[in-house]
């Protein structure tokens, strides 16, 4: 099994940051690739990026890239999303999830982690 375990959420200003992680770990954990997704309240769940384990990264638009930061350390199974300049909109809950083959689905997702953006 694979679980994956995120943290790092919580409540800032508009303008404030903050610094998500996830941790995967199980025998068969060997992703291909991670990503954040997120669900704003009463919206779909939106892709906001993804990174390969050779480090190709992929964001959803311009403006998450100018504000969000993917990274991961190989070692400790992690990805981390930075986020910076936080505005009200990004509130949501975060969601980390792997796949293990490019153009496969994503396939594990870990609970979630809540993010809240006051003005």
């Known amino acids: 099994q694979v679980q994956l375990v995120e943290s790092g959420g919580g409540s800032v200003q508009a303008g404030g940051s903050l610094r998500l992680s996830c941790v995967g770990s199980?025998?068969?954990?060997?992703?291909?690739?991670m990503a954040w997704f997120r669900r704003a309240p009463g919206k779909e769940r939106e892709f906001v990026t993804s990174?390969?384990?050779?480090?190709?990264?992929?964001y959803s638009t311009n403006s998450m890239k100018g504000r969000f930061t993917i990274s991961k350390d190989n070692a400790k199974n992690t990805v981390y999303l930075q986020m910076n300049s936080l505005k009200p909109e990004d509130t949501a809950v975060y969601y980390c999830?792997?796949?293990?083959?490019?153009?496969?689905?994503?396939?594990?997702w870990g609970q979630g982690t809540q993010v809240t953006v006051s003005s």
């Open positions: 199980g025998r068969t954990f060997s992703p291909d690739a």
């Open positions: 990174i390969t384990w050779s480090g190709t990264i992929t």
């Open positions: 999830t792997s796949r293990r083959a490019p153009g496969t689905a994503w396939q594990h």
